[in-house]
């Protein structure tokens, strides 16, 4: 047998689980990967796929989900349906595969003996704060169905590591970005949303008056702390902030995009979104403390990289 320890990535060929995936493929570890491909495409994983033991099921189901936890040591729990408007427009959906998919997680990973559970938690959970930036130890407040799955994940964890000794750790997600975050749907994350808009001569659209900000987190910094957290002895049972610790504001970034790609297309201004969140920053102190984090890729580089890969992949798209 293999002294080797096997990594399960649910959502695995995701936007951030791919990323995941490949970070421990080059490290030389055992991965399976978990997808429904609801959300997470085949060719986000193609570069990978003769390296990695791929199953396509669903968190949704418990059956499925105890069989690709046999023999799993550590768990990144990435798989969800990602988008606060979405669930919006379909909270069963969204009840269905955060938190009824993330139980499953917990139950499979209890049963298998699965040491830790590094959880993707959100920044959604704070919802308006009075201050910035936001800490851990302030109030949740829950603005969207997303929000309260998400924060119904967490407290699942914190469970599973007081009742049952199943270590967890929560990270709670800023605005991740970065190259393979699908633009294609109306829920997508705005960078790639404006990236493909510029890219391709489109309007790009700002829901609201673009004053919101957001601490926008390049997925690199996501993977090295996930990497950590899977380790970090004392972080076990807490949740902690993962974000950069900036924010700049939707019209400020769509300039900063427009600069660097030599386009000025105006934007047109729509609605603001039922659910969205006026203003989002990280204090990342804990992440620091617990498990040794500091972003390493800042927004400037991170759009940089980003707006190259949508470049090279408008073909795909
Ligand atoms: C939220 C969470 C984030 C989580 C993500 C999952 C907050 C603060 N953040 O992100 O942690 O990972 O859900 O999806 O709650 N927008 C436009 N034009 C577009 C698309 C979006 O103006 O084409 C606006 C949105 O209205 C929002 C901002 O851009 O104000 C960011 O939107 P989005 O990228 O969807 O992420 P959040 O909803 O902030």
């Given at each position: 047998m293999s002294e080797k320890k096997l990594y399960l990535v649910t959502g695995g060929a995701g936007f951030i689980g791919s990323h995941i995936t490949e970070a421990l493929v080059k490290r030389g570890d055992r991965v399976r990967v978990l997808d429904n491909l609801l959300t997470g495409h085949r060719k986000n994983l193609e570069h990978l796929i003769d390296k990695i033991e791929f199953i396509e099921g669903d968190i949704r189901d418990l059956e499925q989900t105890r069989a690709a936890m046999t023999g799993v040591n550590i768990v990144f729990h990435e798989a969800a349906i990602p988008s606060v408007p979405r669930s919006v427009a379909d909270p069963q959906l969204n009840h269905d595969a955060n938190v009824q998919g993330t139980f499953n997680v917990l139950m499979a990973a209890k049963e298998a003996g699965v040491k830790r559970v590094v959880y993707a938690a959100s920044s959604s959970a704070y919802g308006e704060t009075e201050v910035l930036p936001k800490q851990e130890d302030m109030p949740p407040s829950p603005l969207s169905p997303y929000a309260a799955a998400k924060l119904f994940g967490e407290y699942y964890m914190q469970v599973f590591t007081r009742v049952y000794g199943l270590e967890t750790v929560s990270l709670r997600y800023f605005n991740v970005f970065g190259p393979?975050?699908?633009?294609?749907?109306?829920?997508?994350g705005v960078i790639s949303k404006f990236a493909t808009a510029l890219l391709t001569e489109q309007t790009p659209v700002i829901y609201g008056d673009g004053e919101q900000s957001r601490d926008f987190t390049y997925v690199e910094n996501v993977v090295d702390a996930n990497l950590r957290a899977a380790e970090a002895p004392q972080a076990s049972g807490h949740v902690m902030n993962l974000g950069v610790g900036r924010r700049i504001t939707l019209n400020g970034l769509l300039e900063e995009m427009q600069k660097a790609l030599g386009t000025n297309l105006p934007p047109e201004y729509r609605e603001m979104r039922t659910g969205d969140v006026r203003h989002s920053l990280a204090d990342i102190t804990r992440a620091q403390q617990l498990i040794g984090y500091e972003p390493v890729v800042h927004l400037p580089e991170g759009l940089k990289r980003t707006m190259a890969w949508y470049k090279d992949n408008l073909d795909r798209m």
């Open positions: 393979r975050q699908d633009p294609s749907s109306p829920y997508s």
